[in-house]
């Protein structure tokens, strides 16, 4: 009997629809980060540049986070000279993997590689500090879509299930074989408005219980649309936050029914946790010592 392509993969996603969650999520691989490929061309650097600087200074912290995003519940022992480039330098309290609910999610591909659906600045933030060497991490396999036909096959039910964000930073949607081959800053894009969501988080949105997949790439998506920015504007503290109190004033002003995006597929302002009025005690902290945008200009 002869398919087409759409009514096999038709067959296919129904298929994947109806497996297990609870099975797969009990799937663990441990494999080289370098081997760990995106589902999204870009994050937001001034994100990573903050938890990097914060996490370099407080060592017991670093792999303290480190042991617990590999499901190995906390650290027992690192020293000095310990590195996540060298596992054998430090002791997390159990095994990578044994606190599954703490792992990042990817799936496996037609192509067998390992396909990250979480966590890309989580793994950033670790290879960035590790200065771009190898070293293993855990992650939870939620889809093993290997048995797909094609890339094309995979990159279609990618879309269909909101596990990839194909846009660029200037907001021009790229093809799957445009996606850097690895999850670091250096591969990576730098999308400004996907920080500026993170900064603005608790002040002008607050994330919902069941929020949308890729909620902050969709609010980044409104402002560079309705209140964009220059790189020069953010090249200072007061230029960051002077834009941060235009973004969040704009936001919070909003229809709460627009939508983020001219796609049909795109969810309201509303549904992406949009507040009523800015939280302007928590945004004037950020610029105070020991505040996020402080940090990222002045270390501290």
Known sequence: ????????????????????????????????????????????????????????????ALFES?????????????????????????????????????LKSAVIGPDHHIYLTDGHHTISTYR?????????????????????PSMAAFWEIMQQQHLAWLKDPQGKTISPDQLPLQVSMQAMQNDPYRSVVYFLRGIAYDKPEHAPPFLEFYLGSWLRSEQPVTAQQLSTQAGYMAYLHRAAEKLVAAKGSSPATQSAQSPTLYQLGQR????????????????KISFLFNGK
Do not use: W
């Open 1 to 60: 009997m002869k398919y087409t392509t759409s009514l096999l993969l038709s067959s296919l996603l129904t298929t994947c629809l109806t497996c297990s969650v609870v099975t797969q999520a009990q799937t663990i691989e441990t494999i080289n980060v370098s081997q760990i490929r995106p589902t999204q061309p870009a994050i937001g650097d001034d994100e990573v540049k903050i938890k990097v600087a914060k996490l370099r200074l407080d060592r017991q």
């Open 66 to 102: 480190f042991c617990q995003d590999i499901g190995a519940k906390g650290i027992k022992k690192f020293d000095d000279s310990s590195s996540l480039s060298r596992p054998d330098s430090f002791t997390c309290l159990a095994a990578q993997g044994t606190e599954v609910k703490k």
């Open 128 to 148: 960035a500090l590790a200065n771009d060497q190898d070293f293993p991490f855990s992650v939870r396999i939620t889809n093993n879509f290997s048995h797909l």
């Open 276 to 291: 009523k009025t800015v939280n302007e005690k928590k945004l004037a902290k950020l610029a105070e010592p020991g505040g």
